[in-house]
């Protein structure tokens, strides 16, 4: 009797301090890792919705890009910070391949993590440089036949989600080429523009401007319908039906973070990406807004690690130990 009043006298304790701690948050910047580079979909979706945050929290929060391993340092530096609040994860759909890319993680990606929400969804283009004599998804893949083994694809990394776009395309495709992986998407389209590659997917954000200025060709997109956006993109699933590949973004945090105060989180990442100019923004971008409850986003993550290590076994792709 004396061990159960002792134990609901702590939890009662542990609520009433979490309660606390709540009502005083924020009360000192916040600081989002990003595991991707700047000019990145997730960079541009933490940019655009943090002013956002910051004027409504009235505390600062600082972007901090740690690209690198498909997403792992960043994740790894958010994992082993204190679960206050204070210290939160950007990252994309790379969160939910390495669990099969990768044989053993530093972390679990359920376990060791608060889900905050899903901040948005974004298909990517089949770019190829200009110089490159294919006009269409059906022309590029004739080509890519006709030169097995020849074209080279850039990536934003080993394992990324648009290097594991690119293996599902190639597979459906029947095609062959040479996977060139970079350290960010920004790298990957500098050597597509300069004809060190041949052709990347990359999303929307990061590459709409250098399309609109013909510095590359757009020829398909990765949804199964086209994007508003860009209405005279057709979808690669025209071509190749049935293929799709959509990267999302999403916010995280340590885990154990307090409810309360993931709630907080929770309803002003909401608020902020409902917020016309952000969603116009982003709209703009190509970035789909989602917004949404935490336990709704872990459940959204469990399936993506389900759908993704599937492709990760059919492309046979693999990592760098």
């Given at each position: 009797?004396?061990?159960?009043?002792?134990?609901?006298?702590?939890?009662?304790?542990?609520?009433?301090?979490?309660?606390?701690?709540?009502?005083?948050?924020?009360?000192?910047?916040?600081?989002?890792?990003?595991?991707?580079?700047?000019?990145?979909?997730?960079?541009i979706v933490a940019r655009l919705f943090a002013p956002h945050m910051a004027e409504r929290f009235k505390q600062n929060l600082v972007i901090d890009n740690r690209p690198g391993a498909s997403g792992i340092i960043g994740t790894e530096i958010v994992k082993n910070a204190r679960a206050d609040g204070y210290t939160l994860l950007v990252t994309s759909s790379s969160f939910a391949i390495s669990p099969t890319l990768y044989s053993k993680l530093p972390y679990d990606p359920i376990q060791d993590f608060t889900f905050i929400g899903k901040a948005g969804s974004t298909p990517s283009l089949l770019l190829v440089n200009?110089?490159?004599?294919?006009?269409?998804?059906?022309?590029?893949?004739?080509?890519?036949?006709?030169?097995?083994?020849?074209?080279?694809?850039?990536?934003?990394?080993?394992?990324?989600?648009?290097?594991?776009?690119?293996?599902?395309?190639?597979?459906?495709?029947?095609?062959?080429?040479?996977?060139?992986?970079?350290?960010?998407?920004?790298?990957?389209?500098?050597?597509?523009?300069?004809?060190?590659?041949?052709?990347?997917?990359?999303?929307?954000?990061?590459?709409?401007?250098?399309?609109?200025?013909?510095?590359?060709?757009?020829?398909?997109?990765?949804?199964?319908?086209?994007?508003?956006?860009?209405?005279?993109?057709?979808?690669?699933?025209?071509?190749?039906?049935?293929?799709?590949?959509?990267?999302?973004?999403?916010?995280?945090?340590?885990?154990?973070?307090?409810?309360?105060?993931?709630?907080?989180?929770?309803?002003?990442?909401?608020?902020?990406?409902?917020?016309?100019?952000?969603?116009?923004?982003?709209?703009?971008?190509?970035?789909?807004?989602?917004?949404?409850?935490?336990?709704?986003?872990?459940?959204?993550?469990?399936?993506?690690?389900?759908?993704?290590?599937?492709?990760?076994?059919?492309?046979?792709?693999?990592?760098?130990?």
């Amino acid at each position: 009797m004396r061990l159960a009043v002792a134990v609901i006298l702590l939890a009662l304790q542990l609520g009433l301090m979490a309660s606390a701690h709540a009502q005083s948050f924020p009360n000192r910047a916040i600081r989002l890792v990003i595991t991707l580079p700047p000019g990145s979909a997730a960079d541009i979706v933490a940019r655009l919705f943090a002013p956002h945050m910051a004027e409504r929290f009235k505390q600062n929060l600082v972007i901090d890009n740690r690209p690198g391993a498909s997403g792992i340092i960043g994740t790894e530096i958010v994992k082993n910070a204190r679960a206050d609040g204070y210290t939160l994860l950007v990252t994309s759909s790379s969160f939910a391949i390495s669990p099969t890319l990768y044989s053993k993680l530093p972390y679990d990606p359920i376990q060791d993590f608060t889900f905050i929400g899903k901040a948005g969804s974004t298909p990517s283009l089949l770019l190829v440089n200009p110089q490159l004599p294919a006009y269409s998804v059906r022309d590029f893949i004739a080509l890519a036949k006709a030169r097995p083994g020849e074209l080279r694809f850039g990536s934003s990394g080993n394992g990324s989600s648009v290097h594991l776009t690119a293996e599902l395309f190639n597979s459906l495709a029947g095609i062959k080429a040479i996977h060139v992986p970079y350290k960010g998407a920004a790298l990957t389209l500098n050597d597509l523009v300069a004809g060190q590659v041949q052709f990347a997917f990359s999303s929307i954000a990061a590459s709409n401007a250098l399309v609109r200025s013909g510095r590359l060709r757009a020829l398909g997109v990765t949804a199964l319908n086209r994007h508003k956006e860009l209405p005279d993109v057709p979808s690669i699933a025209e071509t190749l039906p049935g293929y799709e590949a959509i990267v999302w973004i999403g916010v995280f945090g340590p885990a154990a973070l307090p409810r309360p105060i993931v709630d907080i989180l929770n309803q002003a990442l909401n608020d902020s990406l409902s917020a016309p100019e952000v969603s116009a923004r982003l709209a703009a971008a190509g970035v789909t807004v989602s917004t949404g409850t935490p336990d709704e986003f872990r459940a959204y993550v469990r399936t993506e690690i389900g759908k993704w290590g599937q492709i990760v076994k059919t492309s046979g792709a693999r990592a760098e130990q």
